[in-house]
C-alpha cells in the first residue's frame, strides 16, 4: 500500500532516555519533514530532507537529530528526552517543489515524564 | 516575523455556506495551502493557491490575493464529516511551509 507509516504509535517515555522515531515512504518522494504539533499552535517544523543524503534545520531543531541514509528513511532522535517534547508527532514527504503537496504520516503521539 | 492569522473555532449548520479566513504576514510567497485535519488524524490536502483568484474544487473554493495576504476556503452544502480543523500554510522566500494554528470547524445538524 502506498503512503508513509511511522512507528511507534504512541509512546511514554521517561526524561532523560533516548527515543527514536521511526518514519518509511514509498512513494519515491524526495523531500521529508518531522513537524510536531502541539495545542494552539501551528505544525511546526524540526528538520527536513531535501534528498538522500542531505538534512536540514527547522524552527525547532534543538533536542532532535535526523539522517537521511536512503530515500525511503528518515528517522527522528531525541537524544535525552525531555518533557517539553511532549507532541505530537508527524512525518512528511513530498516530491521535489514548492508547489508539490506533502503528504503525512499517522502520527506519533509522545509523552515525556 | 512570520505570522498566519486564522480564527480559532467556527460554528456552522449542516447545509451552509461557511467562509474560513487567513491573513498572512510572511518573508516572501511561493504558494499557499490548505489542508484538512480530522481530530486525531493527520493533514490531508485540500488546496493549492500561487496566483490571485478563485480556484473550485467540488463543494470547497479556495481564494487568494496576494496584494492584501489574504486567503479564504469556502464550504458549501457543509456536511457533519466537513467538522474537522482547517489549516492554512504559505511557502515563505526560503521554500518552507509556514502554518497557521488552524480552524476547528463545528457542523450542527
Known amino acids: 500500500i502506498a503512503g508513509i507509516t511511522q512507528a511507534p504509535t504512541s509512546q511514554i517515555l521517561a526524561a532523560g532516555r533516548r527515543m527514536t522515531l521511526r518514519c518509511t515512504q514509498d512513494?519515491?518522494?524526495?523531500?521529508m519533514y518531522w513537524y510536531r504539533q502541539d495545542l494552539g499552535l501551528g505544525l511546526r517544523l524540526i528538520h527536513y530532507?531535501?534528498?538522500?543524503?542531505?538534512?536540514g534545520k527547522g524552527e525547532v531543531p534543538d533536542g532532535y537529530s535526523v539522517s537521511r541514509a536512503n530515500t525511503d528513511d528518515f528517522p527522528l532522535t531525541l537524544a535525552s528526552a525531555v518533557p517539553s517534547q511532549t507532541s505530537v508527532y508527524f512525518c512528511?514527504?513530498?516530491?521535489?517543489?514548492?508547489?508539490?503537496?506533502?503528504?503525512f504520516g499517522p502520527g506519533t503521539r509522545l509523552t515525556v515524564l | 516575523g512570520q505570522n498566519i492569522d486564522q480564527p480559532t473555532e467556527m460554528t456552522a449548520t449542516e447545509g451552509a455556506i461557511v467562509q474560513i479566513n487567513c491573513t498572512y504576514q510572511t518573508s516572501g510567497f511561493n504558494g499557499l495551502f490548505w489542508y484538512q485535519q480530522h481530530a486525531g488524524e493527520a493533514p490531508t490536502f485540500l488546496s493549492y493557491n500561487v496566483l490571485d483568484g478563485l480556484e473550485e474544487k467540488g463543494r470547497f473554493s479556495s481564494f487568494l490575493s496576494r496584494s492584501k495576504g489574504y486567503s479564504y476556503l469556502l464550504l458549501k452544502e457543509l456536511q457533519m464529516k466537513d467538522s474537522a480543523s482547517y489549516l492554512c500554510a504559505v511557502v515563505d522566500s526560503n521554500y518552507q511551509l509556514i502554518w497557521g494554528a488552524g480552524t476547528k470547524l463545528i457542523i450542527k445538524p
Open positions: 530532507s531535501n534528498t538522500a543524503g542531505t538534512t
Open positions: 512513494m519515491r518522494h524526495n523531500a
Open positions: 512528511a514527504s513530498s516530491d521535489s517543489g514548492s508547489s508539490n503537496e506533502q503528504f
